[in-house]
């Protein structure tokens, strides 16, 4: 199982929140692939999977807030 951590954006002081999943749980993905995309005031990132594999879980739902660090997903590896 590999768990992608939100790393830190070099954005303190600004609040960040899940803005789109771009892939669902049970769907398969491919190390790179965009997964899921974070908002920090008007800049929009987008967070790759660190692994290939099954998205296994979605540890944060649409506009929830979120900080460096946190959990974001589980990915069960190949």
């Given at each position: ?13 600004v ?32 967070i ?30 190949d």
């Amino acid at each position: 199982m590999t768990e992608l951590m939100l790393s830190d954006l070099d954005l303190p002081g600004v609040p960040m929140m899940v803005s789109a999943w771009h892939a669902k749980v049970g769907q398969r993905v491919v190390e790179g692939d965009r997964l899921v995309e974070v908002t920090a005031g008007d800049v929009t990132v987008d967070i790759s999977a660190p692994a290939g594999g099954i998205l296994a879980e979605q540890c944060v739902r649409i506009d929830d807030s979120v900080t460096p660090g946190q959990l974001l997903a589980r990915i069960q590896t190949d």
